[in-house]
């Protein structure tokens, strides 16, 4: 790629009897330290450079373009529920599933997707989510008739298969391409994308496919609905296969070089999943993400039925709602991201988030059958600012309290939890609303974010856990005084030793016990 640093392969020195870090000078004015962890030889070593390209907003956009896509079309039958019943045939249960498909389809393919991410990476990763993504647009193209609701499932079920190739790769792309003050940030964009797709899934479909009686007249509008769907997801896929990047040439942190040196045939990921497993932190963290983000799932999949009920005839307002309440999400999440990327405070985030929530959840459910609408678009926009704002925490969190294991591994499962209780809440709060109406319905999506709240404040304190932030800030620490120190060789054993103990610990885990040689350069920007 143009503009990218050729590899130096400066001259080595080395004494039998010192094993220490040797500096080095080259016509660039960059200072290369090479630290070697074990007294085995080292003609092997390698200068390990990090650096930041401009390409990598290409791919997060770029990302964030075709996950926008997908998620649009898990909420464009829920929203108009009522309309797709009329013009199927079907009942609202039936439809229900249209929305549920996407997370049920999630749990068994999750775990062969992230090992085809952790093995081929994330361009061959990109290219199945959009093939799939636009395969089942064409679909749906083809099923604009009331006899083939088969058809139409057959094509949701494509673009629910291609969510699972996209649900769990914003924190793995910003770890590849990000540097150490920006993951955050870029993993919220990544999430952004999402979120804005599930805002135009609620606000467009009820625009283009009016309430009407005439089948043929209905046909027509959701024709038109599938072709713009269809024709943005081609477009997508062609942009993918011609720009999209598996990763750069140098990483960007040393906590991506060191996760890069590993090689593959010592990583298994089996044992890596078993690892995860037995991570006492992030296990209550999975459970307390699925909660929330299940709640959330049940809302927007129920969220028309909900309105409906006190405001007949509102479809279009109904998505408005719908509307609001992502928007103010997606708010929240490039908040949340810059508030992490400048604080690395994530157990106390999460918990505000968390309790914030709950209260947006039962202010919620306290004013939507008051009769005033405006009131529900308030409501609904504190709801939204925190429960969607809560995505991204959740996948930086994760990849915090795991590192060095797969950032696709560990949010793979805090999804996984997500579609699991997105499943249940959804289904056990449609009964409860045909049976009860929507409030005893919504204060039992309140209990179990109450749960939720008082298991991310009761659990063990974590912040110690923060793997990658501790390794980048030690390798940082480390670097600075090596450079201080350019002109003072007897100091540099210390920071040899310092900088040697923040990287070998993660990555002793990851490789089994093996040895770590480490290179740090200072980053270029």
């Not at 590993?262 to 037995?278: D, G, H, M, N, W």
Request: one cysteine or more; charged letters at 15%; glycine letters at 8%.
């Amino acid at each position: 790629m143009n503009g990218e640093p050729e590899e130096k392969k400066p001259g080595e020195e080395r004494h039998d009897s010192d094993k220490h870090a040797k500096l080095e000078s080259a016509e660039s004015p960059e200072i290369l330290v090479r630290l070697s962890a074990s007294n085995e030889p080292t003609s092997a070593d390698r200068v390990w450079e990090t650096r930041l390209y401009k390409r990598r907003w290409v791919m997060v956009f770029l990302f964030s373009s075709y996950s926008l896509c997908n998620s649009y079309q898990w909420i464009q039958y829920g929203i108009i529920s009522n309309i797709f019943m009329k013009f199927y045939q079907v009942d609202a249960f039936t439809i229900d599933w249209m929305s549920m498909i996407y997370m049920l389809t999630y749990i068994p393919f999750i775990f062969p997707v992230t090992w085809l991410l952790d093995k081929k990476g994330l361009r061959v990763v990109a290219l199945a989510a959009t093939a799939l993504n636009c395969a089942g647009t064409w679909f749906k193209v083809g099923s604009v008739q009331p006899h083939l609701f088969a058809v139409t499932f057959v094509g949701q079920f494509c673009c629910s298969l291609a969510q699972v190739f996209i649900l769990g790769m914003p924190s793995r792309i910003a770890s590849v391409w990000f540097g150490s003050n920006e993951v955050s940030t870029a993993c919220s964009i990544g999430v952004f994308g999402n979120q804005l797709g599930i805002a135009i899934g609620f606000l467009v479909p009820p625009i283009l496919v009016p309430n009407v009686d005439n089948v043929d007249e209905l046909a027509h509008h959701i024709s038109i609905m599938f072709y713009i769907t269809a024709g943005v997801a081609t477009f997508l896929f062609i942009l993918v296969v011609v720009v999209f990047q598996e990763q750069p040439k140098l990483p960007p942190t040393q906590a991506q070089a060191t996760a890069r040196s590993i090689p593959p045939e010592q990583y298994s990921y089996s044992a890596s999943v078993l690892r995860l497993l037995r991570n006492k932190p992030f296990i209550l963290l999975i459970i307390t993400y699925g909660l929330n983000v299940g709640c959330f799932y049940a809302v927007g999949t129920l969220l028309n039925r909900m309105i409906i009920e006190h405001y007949p005839g509102e479809e279009v307002n109904a998505g408005r709602i719908g509307l609001t309440i992502v928007i103010a999400g997606m708010v929240g999440s490039l908040i949340c991201g810059l508030w992490l990327d400048r604080t690395k405070t994530y157990k106390q985030t999460t918990l505000a988030v968390y309790l914030m929530s709950l209260v947006g959840m039962i202010v919620y459910a306290a004013t939507l059958s008051l009769g005033h609408l405006w009131v529900v678009f308030v409501t609904s926009g504190v709801l939204g600012f925190f429960m969607t704002g809560y995505l991204p925490l959740g996948f930086e969190f994760a990849v915090e309290l795991t590192y060095p294991e797969s950032e696709g591994t560990s949010s793979g499962l805090l999804n996984c939890s997500a579609q699991v209780f997105g499943i249940i809440f959804t289904i056990c709060q449609g009964k409860i609303i045909d049976t009860f109406g929507t409030l005893p319905g919504n204060i039992f999506l309140c209990v179990f974010l109450l749960l939720g709240t008082v298991m991310t404040g009761g659990g063990d304190d974590v912040g110690t856990g923060l793997q990658r932030h501790v390794l980048n800030l030690h390798c940082a620490d480390a670097a600075f005084t090596i450079k201080r120190s350019v002109n003072k060789p007897q100091k540099i054993s210390s920071n040899h030793s310092a900088l040697h103990r923040c990287a070998k610990g993660p990555c002793d885990r990851l490789r089994g016990g093996m040895s770590t040689n480490l290179v740090l350069q200072e980053e270029k920007f």
